[in-house]
């Protein structure tokens, strides 16, 4: 049984500020817990009896898995989304390092992008791509905020996130970099990159002028029609499927 | 100054039943609400007085809009979002039309997409792209929704939302469609494409097999991770992204 310490320590990881102090985070969802239970990650797990009885295999093969079984009541209390789930787990945050060398990978660096849900499903395309590393500048919204995690739907244990001011990493990495803008070349015109990084700017105001400054290519998603942007989310898949793929 | 009346019909079409009765929708937001203004369909405008003061010149330009200036605790009453906004407009719900002829141009066709965000990112894709008409299946969220609405970014107004079965549109249409599945051919084999449908499918199931069996191609976005799908609307933008743009 949840002891009532332990209920407030679960509920207080919603917020940023105790989980920078505990160096923890949860995530919530059925499939995003399965996901990372398979990766071996997963401390605690809180989940309804019927979850347990649905995923009694994959349990099986987790004998060191600390696992509850709460009331539904119990668990909504502990969910950080207004549609709470059925299973929710207890992680690590990864000790903070600082970004790799590329080594002939793609990186993505992300300024000031604000909403948890655009982070969410950035790292995610990340993942889709076999993009290692996420680099984020410090105004960038938490990536272990729990709708963040919703919307990775498991791949944050498969990206590594780094937070980092951007110009510093761009000077030292000594790559091209492909600056995502509303008036830069057609991305069309770019072969498939195997290393490089592409960067996303905030959700209004897209990239700064002194990152921009320090980036090798402005570069542009033709538009056909009436819109003024695109979600930086959308704009991040598009640029991936195009620079990646060739 | 609004009326009790008033109020309570506002609010009441945050639902949809009220919505399909009344034939209109309410779209929320700063920059929604000017592009709303200024493609000329809105009929009533409810914003802040710091709002109207702001937009003046473009308000100057709208003798015949109704415009209620209301207090934020008002304004917030009137609101669906927990983050109310300074400015709410009223439009009619354009008349239910069948799927027009495609005559050169590409059409999405959306199969059960539930969540309204997705929806909403859609369709300013599609209004990025050029894409002039959206079919949607009848159990697909409704367009008209406000989180739709509000993340379509004023696209709404630019593309036509068509509520259609996906199958007899297929048929009726005879032009070659291109579905969205996780295991079909690599979207880099094709060539930009001029006139077609493309198609994407249920956030969890995809497209249903019916729906896939009246397909022409089933295409794939390929995977060079880990993750096991990607959002329905990053999809979307990453196959209009290689389809259109070649």
């Known amino acids: 049984m949840l002891s009532k ?10 917020h940023k500020k105790y989980r920078q102090k505990s160096r923890q985070f949860t995530a ?30 994959l349990l099986a093969q987790l004998p060191s898995l600390r696992l509850e079984v709460v009331e539904p009541p119990l668990l909504k209390q502990l969910s950080a989304l207004t549609t709470p789930n059925r299973a929710m787990a207890l992680l690590d945050i990864p000790p903070a390092a600082a ?23 950035i790292i995610r395309i990340a993942d889709w791509f076999g993009i290692p590393q996420i680099i984020c500048s410090p ?30 990493f761009l000077q030292q990495a000594n790559v091209a970099s492909y600056a995502a803008t509303l008036h830069g070349r057609d991305i069309t015109e770019f072969d498939a990159i195997k290393e490089g990084i592409l960067l996303i700017g905030n959700e209004s105001r897209g990239l700064s002028d002194a990152v921009l400054e320090h980036c090798t290519y402005r570069i542009t998603i033709p538009r056909l029609g ?18 990646l793929l060739g």
Do not use: F, H
Request: charged share 20%; net charge negative; glycine share 10%.
């Open 139 to 168: 105004d960038c919204v938490d990536a272990y905020n729990p709708k963040t995690i919703q919307a990775t739907m498991g791949s944050i244990a498969r990206v590594q996130i780094i937070e980092s001011d951007i110009i510093p």
């Open 28 to 57: 919530e969802g059925d499939k995003i817990v399965q996901e990372l239970l398979r990766d071996g990650r997963v401390l605690e797990v809180y989940a309804t009896a019927d979850w347990v009885e649905e995923q009694q295999v």
């Open 99 to 121: 970004p790799g060398p590329l080594n002939g990978t793609i990186a993505l660096a992300l300024e000031t992008i604000q909403d948890p849900g655009n982070m969410g499903t």
């Open 226 to 243: 009436g819109a003024e942007s695109l979600n930086a989310a959308v704009a991040a898949g598009i640029i991936c499927g195009r620079m």
């Open 5 to 14: 310490a332990q209920i407030k320590y679960i509920q207080a990881l919603q």
